[in-house]
């Protein structure tokens, strides 16, 4: 099935194709030990994530308008149907080429921490117009 795969290192989101056997998830999410499920849109479209991601070495980031932290390494986007059960996203690739913006690595997400002066809860209006996102 059809899927997109987001990968912040290169910068691409691109077409994947998906088998529909879970474990496949985690060669797309670089041998992830295990992932975590972030829902991005109402239409029920999700991003698959390593769990672990915030621990690997030389790791990349990006941010979803409609999440409002920055997510680390590669993602698997997929849609869910009314049983959990993983479809197609319905989300077209230019809508997620729009609701996405790549970060960098984590000296470059530390440096934009470097000139707050609070915590952020909310790392949207750093990088989109709309401070609330598109959910």
Do not use: C
């Not at 879970?22 to 829902?39: E, G, K, M, P, S």
């Not at 680390?72 to 690739?93: F, H, R, Y």
């Amino acid at each position: 099935m059809l899927a997109y795969l987001i990968n912040p290192k290169d910068q691409k989101i691109s077409a994947a194709k998906y088998s529909g056997d879970y474990q496949d998830i985690y060669t797309f999410l670089n041998d992830a030990r295990a992932f975590d499920v972030v829902r991005l849109y109402e239409n029920q479209d999700v991003a698959f994530v390593d769990d672990e991601g915030l621990y690997v070495e030389d790791q990349y980031f990006w941010i979803h308008k409609n999440y409002p932290t920055p997510l680390a390494g590669n993602a698997l986007i997929l849609g869910t149907d009314e049983e959990g059960e993983s479809v197609a996203p319905q989300t077209k690739i230019t809508d997620l080429n729009d609701d996405i913006k790549f970060i960098g690595t984590r000296y470059e997400l530390a440096l934009l921490h470097k000139f707050l002066k609070d915590d952020v809860e909310d790392y949207r209006p750093f990088f989109f117009a709309s401070e609330k996102g598109a959910a």
